[in-house]
């Protein structure tokens, strides 16, 4: 099945990342672009909100919200599908730490979400291998690359400049 390519609107300057704000690309042509596919399926599963578990704690502890998508209900059964998106907006709050801390560091709990959100790309053998790197780039920053491939053969490699701001993607062409 073709998927529609997506690409990322900038937030104003000096404005905190509240949302990721995509919209459907056109080819020169004025048609859909389907090129990428694998870059908007990895996309889509890291920026959209996966439902939390009961047990997760929530970034505002007076909402109860546990978000999703109303679609992950049942998906495995009704159409073969997963459940999309990833936990990461569990962080939305919370200060950058290192591993001394009572959480421990952050940069592992944001690889554990990438990883979780990832795994039905390699459960359904869409990839054979998942390589994540989250660094610490600053203050208030934390970068994160994600590569995927299938055998030896490199499939993807997106780079998030910044969780909070913004994504720069980068496929391998040829």
Do not use: C, H
Request: glycine fraction near 8%.
């Amino acid at each position: 099945m073709t998927d529609v390519r997506i690409g990322q609107r900038g937030s104003p300057a000096g404005q905190p990342f509240q949302a990721v704000d995509l919209d459907l690309l056109l080819t020169p042509a004025g048609q859909l672009d389907t090129s990428d596919e694998l870059a908007t399926a990895v996309v889509v599963a890291l920026m959209t909100d996966a439902l939390a578990g009961a047990d997760d704690a929530l970034p505002d502890s007076r909402d109860t919200d546990r978000r999703g998508w109303w679609g992950d209900v049942d998906a495995e059964e009704i159409w073969d599908g997963w459940p999309i998106g990833s936990k990461l907006w569990l962080l939305s709050r919370t200060t950058i730490t290192g591993a001394a801390a009572r959480k421990g560091a952050t940069t592992v709990q944001v690889e554990d979400y990438i990883r979780e959100a990832l795994q039905p790309f390699l459960d359904r053998k869409i990839a054979t291998r998942l390589d994540v790197t989250v660094v610490r780039a600053g203050v208030e920053r934390i970068e994160a690359r994600i590569v995927m491939y299938r055998g030896d053969e490199l499939l993807l490699s997106l780079q998030f400049a910044n969780l909070w701001r913004g994504i720069v993607v980068s496929a391998p062409t040829g």
